[in-house]
């Protein structure tokens, strides 16, 4: 099933007011976070870098810098929590989610949603099946699905020997099938949904778990896919969707 053509109007309308309102609202603290970041090494506070968008356009996403300048050059995509390259500021900015708070200005631009499947590097797109490609139907969000199951993405891949092949292995195969579900049944209601989920995550991630496996089960996401999106369990290695094999390289 393929995600309807162009972008609703109600979902733009929903982007373009939240996102402005967010933006002016949260003026003060982006402000205070830019210059904590700027503060230790007088670098920019922002990292812009290239994003593959719907349909497979490239964008530039925009978002607070949580490590050490150039740190994009080591070839490696996916962070652990103790990955070298963060900064102490960094750090406490991932901690605390506010590093995806910039994007607000993508969601603006149109090159974003607030709700959708997260945007990926060139080179993990270049890795998806013939069916993960079905997640470029739909422009990419600051939140989703699997935003809120794999809140905890650094901590799952910390003091892994290869942190992206760990990401493959075992995030990248739900990561997708959330992603794909979304795709195929997204709505405003279920972006309101999220948006809340992703709130409440922030005060208590156990209720959104539960209110997000409920989303999931009245979407009809099979039970294997609700049983992993419960956290209950520890994640093990898996294909992703359209692979019969999981993934041995990188």
Request: net charge positive.
């Amino acid at each position: 099933m393929r995600a309807e053509r162009g972008m609703p109007a109600a979902k733009r309308l929903l982007d373009v007011t939240v996102g402005a309102c967010a933006l002016v609202a949260l003026s003060p603290l982006l402000v205070a976070v830019s210059l904590a970041i700027w503060l230790p090494d007088f670098h920019a506070p922002f990292y812009v870098a290239p994003r593959v968008g719907r349909r497979g356009a490239i964008f530039r996403m925009v978002k607070f810098r949580s490590m050490s300048v150039a740190a994009d050059r080591t070839g490696v995509d996916s962070t652990s929590a103790d990955d070298r390259r963060i900064t102490p500021v960094g750090a406490w900015v991932r901690r605390c989610k506010l590093d995806e708070l910039p994007q607000l200005w993508n969601v603006l631009k149109g090159e974003m949603s607030l709700v959708g499947p997260r945007p990926q590097v060139a080179r993990e797109v270049q890795l998806y099946t013939d069916v993960e490609r079905g997640l470029l139907d739909a422009r990419p969000g600051i939140t989703d699905f699997a935003s809120i199951v794999f809140a905890d993405e650094g901590e799952i891949l910390k003091g892994r020997p290869d942190p992206d092949l760990a990401y493959n292995q075992m995030i990248r195969p739900w990561k997708s099938r959330l992603g794909l579900l979304y795709v195929c049944r997204q709505s405003l209601l279920l972006d309101l949904q999220l948006i809340w989920l992703t709130a409440l995550a922030l005060v208590s991630r156990p209720r959104a778990l539960a209110g997000l496996g409920r989303v999931l089960e009245r979407l009809g996401a099979d039970a294997m896919t609700v049983r992993v999106a419960g956290r209950a369990e520890p994640l093990v290695p898996y294909p992703p969707p359209g692979a019969t094999d999981v993934v041995m390289t990188r």
